[in-house]
């Protein structure tokens, strides 16, 4: 059974930094390239970052280039998000999947920014 656990939100002021994890079981991790996504009250789920399998490569969101940066560890099964320099725009709960299977979700991190 394909499981996701994500941990690390919190509230933050602008500005401030935040860490986030998911761990994943139920699969073989290191073969699957992984995406972070977040959700924003009465919003759709938007996709944020991904990497590749090794982790050599990554995308982001043009609205948080420069400031998150996704990065994984394959002997623990998990990918991380570092967010820094955090908006108030990006208050949301914080998921991580597989990137070609977005069907799986785990119960999220909640991230809120103050201003």
């Known amino acids: 059974q394909v499981q996701f656990v994500e941990s690390g939100g919190g509230l933050v002021q602008a500005g401030g930094s935040l860490r986030l994890s998911c761990t994943a079981s139920g699969f073989s991790f290191s073969a699957y390239r992984m995406s972070w996504y977040r959700q924003a009250p009465g919003k759709e789920r938007e996709l944020v970052a991904t990497?590749?399998?090794?982790?050599?490569?990554?995308t982001y969101v043009d609205s948080v280039e420069g400031r998150f940066t996704i990065s994984r560890e394959n002997a623990k099964n998990t990918v991380y998000l570092q967010m820094n320099s955090l908006k108030p725009e990006d208050t949301a709960v914080y998921y991580c999947?597989?990137?070609?299977?977005?069907?799986?979700w785990g119960q999220g991190t909640q991230v809120s920014v103050s201003s």
């Open positions: 990497i590749s399998t090794s982790g050599g490569s990554t």
């Open positions: 999947t597989r990137t070609s299977y977005p069907n799986s």
